[in-house]
């Protein structure tokens, strides 16, 4: 289980996260929503030590850290515990699909490199990209690009797979191959904590849909409950306005 207490972040002075109080049950799917600027993916950001907090407590199984003090060591175990997906890749331009995938098991997990590869490869299989081995990444499309960003992701083995809008920086062609995979390890009960616009996705995969605004939850509730009846007027504005402008989208 993960329990987030009081999490706060500001940034020269302005709080993004006001006090984030979560729990996340193991093989939960999350998805986060609201308007941009909301403090969404910091607190992604902060979860894995990438944003570093100014205060609140993180708990991820039997991990308990201070998160305005915490050792060098806290640090790298929450990072073995959380893999992160980033909205534009992040994939060493320098190495194959398969060192891409492969590079944090040798380096973090100190596998030798032919473990660590023969793991590598059966995560490819895995996401369709065996034939992708030896590609570089300005090779591969953005959709195979972004799978390879999870396959890195999903052989680390964390506890919780943080994913930031994975499909906000692919063109729409590539966007249902990347949420097919995501659908793939929900169906898994892969634990995953997924900010995202796509609100197609939220409603058919999710156990619990979050509304932040302010750097705060405002709401949170089953997709059925929250898309179909939203409590607060925030949810429902927010709402009305993004899934009248997807329905135009699609028209």
């Known amino acids: 289980m993960i329990r987030v207490e009081g999490l706060i972040k500001r940034f ?44 609140g407590r993180i708990r991820i199984g039997n991990l308990d850290v201070d998160a305005a003090r915490p050792r ?38 100190r596998w030798p490199k032919d473990k660590a590869y023969a793991r590598g490869r059966e995560i490819l299989e895995r996401i369709g990209l065996a034939d992708k081995a030896d590609a570089y990444p300005a090779s591969l499309s953005g959709g195979q690009q972004q799978r390879v960003g999870i396959g890195r992701a999903m052989a680390a083995q964390a506890e919780v797979i943080l994913f930031d809008e994975p499909t906000s920086s692919l063109d729409p062609e590539w966007v249902e191959e990347v949420l097919g995979l995501m659908k793939q390890l929900a169906e898994e009960r892969q634990t995953m904590l997924v900010v995202t616009h796509e609100m197609a996705f939220a409603r058919d995969v999710a156990d619990r849909v979050i509304f932040m605004e302010g750097g705060r939850i405002v709401e949170q509730g089953p997709p059925s409950e929250l898309f179909s009846a939203p409590r607060d007027p925030r949810t429902r504005d927010f709402l009305r306005k993004v899934l009248a402008n997807q329905a135009s989208l699609q028209s």
Request: hydrophobic content about 45%; proline content about 2%.
């Open 12 to 55: 020269q002075g302005n709080a993004v996260l006001s006090g984030i109080d979560l729990e996340i049950q193991q093989g939960e799917i999350i998805v986060v929503i609201g308007p941009s600027g909301t403090g969404k993916s910091t607190l992604l950001r902060c979860l894995n030590f990438l944003e570093r907090p100014d205060a």
């Open 72 to 109: 060098k060591a806290d640090i790298l175990a929450l990072r073995r515990a959380t893999a992160f997906v980033f909205q534009n890749y992040a994939l060493f331009a320098n190495k194959t699909a398969l060192e891409n995938i492969s590079e944090g098991l040798i380096v973090v997990n």
